[in-house]
């Protein structure tokens, strides 16, 4: 072999390992969905115990709708960045998240509800696709 | 920083599944459809060179039934990661560049 095969050999690698990291890419509006489920979680502590079961239920079966979504648009599956580049992101979800649930449980007032709801959805819908982009970042510095 | 030997490996310099060793090493698991699309072969010429590389215990192959078809997937194992990242190095090495095996 020589070195222009090996070049060769180098850049066949790099296009693959671009075409995989494109096509890691989480589908447009995954993550305001996944907001969505768990704002439904969150005014679901704030309403009546009627209401509420109603409310739990709508935010699990998105959460599986934004799961099966995720699976047929994207052709990989990786750990999540968690702990490199970029992946304050996925941590200030996941406080936003945890945070809203655990103050609208405390207060357990509909407006209180709604509004931690509607934050999570903001928060989500702009820092997931931050986040997912982080992902792609570390997954095309892989050798 | 690890170090990783160079070592030139015949079976994964074959251009396609030199390809699907890239793709691998670049997340846990990939779709067979995304294999496909980056190799740019049929699909049995895939599952061939699929096959090579899972006789020589570098790809794990699962199946998971998904909108009443199955969905097949691919890992690379340990030693497929090993052996790759070696023959990685071993380019490198060739082209003259450092062996950084982390990237």
């Known amino acids: ?143 | 920083m690890s170090v990783v030997e160079p070592e030139f490996n015949e079976v994964i310099h074959a251009p396609n599944r030199l390809k699907i060793c890239a793709v691998l090493n670049t997340v846990e698991q990939a779709e067979f459809a995304l294999l496909r699309e980056v190799t740019e072969v049929s699909e049995s010429a895939l599952s061939k060179q699929v096959k090579v590389l899972e006789d020589e215990g570098y790809v794990v192959i699962t199946k998971r039934p998904r909108d009443g078809r199955v969905r097949t997937w691919a890992t690379l194992s340990p030693d497929g990661r090993r052996a790759y990242r070696r023959h990685v190095s071993a380019l490198k090495e060739m082209v003259g560049e450092m062996a950084d095996p982390s990237g």
């Open chain 1, 1 to 143: 072999m020589n070195v222009n095969e090996a070049k060769g050999a180098l850049d066949s690698i790099s296009e693959a390992r671009n075409a995989t990291v494109a096509a890691s890419k989480a589908p447009p509006g995954y993550y305001s969905l996944l907001g969505l489920a768990i704002a439904m979680v969150i005014v679901s502590f704030s309403v009546s115990k009627g209401l509420s079961w109603a409310f739990l239920a709508a935010g699990a079966v998105l959460v599986v709708v934004a799961i099966l979504w995720y699976e047929r648009s994207v052709k990989t599956w990786s750990w999540g960045n968690l702990l490199g580049k970029g992946s304050g992101w996925f941590w200030l979800m996941t406080v936003v998240g945890l945070g809203s649930i655990v103050s609208s449980v405390i207060v357990r007032e509909p407006w209180f509800g709604i509004a931690a709801g509607l934050v999570t959805v903001a928060v989500w819908s702009v820092v997931g696709p931050l986040w997912d982009r982080a992902y792609r970042a570390q997954l095309g510095a892989k050798e």
